[in-house]
């Protein structure tokens, strides 16, 4: 069996919070700390989790209408900082960035906002910027980091942490970022779609 990684600090963004309240259980009972923003940070503080905000960790509020959240140093390099490597560690210190082990996103409903017949002012609101490169920054380093790319994958987690506690292999790391890159990519087709049209 490969050496397993422990999940400290989840971040979590979502549009829909259906079907996360047994995951966010899992993680807590076992010492998962929470990180998050808005509307999802207010609902895991309702089910009675501590949840630190994003922007006490960025020193930054949500800006220009919530367009820009988690687009910050401090998150970007807590996913994309590889444990490993002992330059990127001394910069995480020297920055104060701290490691985040897992990300769970559910992206804006473009598709169902198109497919809504809303006009093109409130599709274009509907692109997912933070998102999308969360789920692509936690892919590219899932050596270290597991990626929930959207509530297909609230079950794989759950059933992961409910057999081996909140911890995984590399292989199942490997698993999740394949189904983020095949997430991230067809939301980029859809949106490029629309815009061919």
């Given at each position: 069996?490969?050496?397993?990684?422990?999940?400290?600090?989840?971040?979590?963004?979502?549009?829909?919070?259906?079907?996360?309240?047994?995951?966010?259980?899992?993680?807590?009972?076992?010492?998962?700390?929470?990180?998050?923003?808005?509307?999802?940070?207010?609902?895991?503080?309702?089910?009675?989790?501590?949840?630190?905000?994003?922007?006490?960790?960025?020193?930054?509020?949500?800006?220009?209408?919530?367009?820009?959240?988690?687009?910050?140093?401090?998150?970007?390099?807590?996913?994309?900082?590889?444990?490993?490597?002992?330059?990127?560690?001394?910069?995480?210190a020297q920055y104060e960035?701290?490691?985040?082990?897992?990300?769970?996103?559910?992206?804006?409903?473009?598709?169902?906002?198109?497919?809504?017949?809303?006009?093109?002012?409130?599709?274009?609101?509907?692109?997912?910027?933070?998102?999308?490169?969360?789920?692509?920054?936690?892919?590219?380093?899932?050596?270290?980091?597991?990626?929930?790319?959207?509530?297909?994958?609230?079950?794989?987690?759950?059933?992961?942490?409910?057999?081996?506690?909140?911890?995984?292999?590399?292989?199942?790391?490997?698993?999740?970022?394949?189904?983020?890159?095949?997430?991230?990519?067809?939301?980029?087709?859809?949106?490029?779609?629309?815009?061919?049209?």
């Amino acid at each position: 069996m490969s050496e397993f990684k422990k999940i400290k600090t989840a971040l979590v963004s979502v549009f829909h919070k259906d079907g996360l309240e047994e995951l966010l259980a899992a993680l807590h009972a076992d010492g998962v700390q929470f990180l998050s923003t808005g509307g999802t940070q207010t609902f895991i503080e309702s089910l009675g989790y501590p949840c630190q905000k994003v922007e006490d960790v960025t020193t930054y509020p949500s800006i220009l209408g919530g367009r820009v959240k988690t687009l910050h140093p401090k998150i970007f390099g807590g996913i994309l900082g590889r444990r490993a490597l002992e330059s990127d560690q001394q910069q995480m210190a020297q920055y104060e960035i701290p490691e985040i082990d897992l990300v769970i996103v559910d992206l804006y409903p473009f598709e169902q906002t198109v497919a809504s017949g809303a006009d093109d002012a409130a599709i274009i609101e509907k692109i997912d910027i933070g998102g999308i490169s969360l789920i692509r920054a936690g892919a590219k380093n899932f050596n270290d980091v597991v990626i929930i790319p959207s509530k297909a994958e609230y079950k794989p987690l759950l059933d992961i942490v409910k057999a081996q506690g909140a911890q995984t292999t590399i292989e199942q790391r490997r698993q999740f970022a394949t189904a983020a890159f095949g997430v991230s990519s067809h939301y980029d087709t859809a949106i490029h779609a629309w815009f061919a049209k």
